[in-house]
């Protein structure tokens, strides 16, 4: 990953509009963990190197032209999750339990509605 490349991509802002805009297609499991990130990543007490790390992973997520095009049935957020995923055990040691508990309550609000 280039990460320098990827931090670039990245702003809360953007960040949440893609999460609201694909967070069905993507599933609960990649939302989950960005969210996770993002919330570890607003933290006064997240490291800047921790923070470096979410940035790149969560520019990834938002980058349009990954790896793996987003928008391949089944497929399209492999690559993204991977990098979510690696970058969340990057950081683990700085994630609390209050970014678990608000990436919880933001998930069933967004998801309330998609559920039978």
Do not use: C
């Amino acid at each position: 990953m280039k990460s320098k490349h990827y931090e670039k991509e990245y702003s809360e802002d953007s960040f949440l509009k893609k999460i609201k805009k694909y967070a069905l297609s993507a599933g609960k499991e990649i939302v989950t963990k960005a969210l996770i990130l993002s919330e570890t990543l607003k933290d006064k007490d997240t490291p800047v190197a921790a923070k470096g790390v979410i940035v790149t992973a969560l520019g990834y997520f938002i980058f349009p032209a990954d790896a793996i095009p987003d928008l391949m049935p089944g497929v399209g957020y492999a690559d993204d999750l991977g990098a979510i995923v690696a970058a969340l055990a990057t950081v683990a040691a700085h994630v609390k339990d209050e970014h678990v508990e608000e990436a919880t309550r933001k998930l069933q609000r967004w998801f309330k509605d998609s559920e039978g």
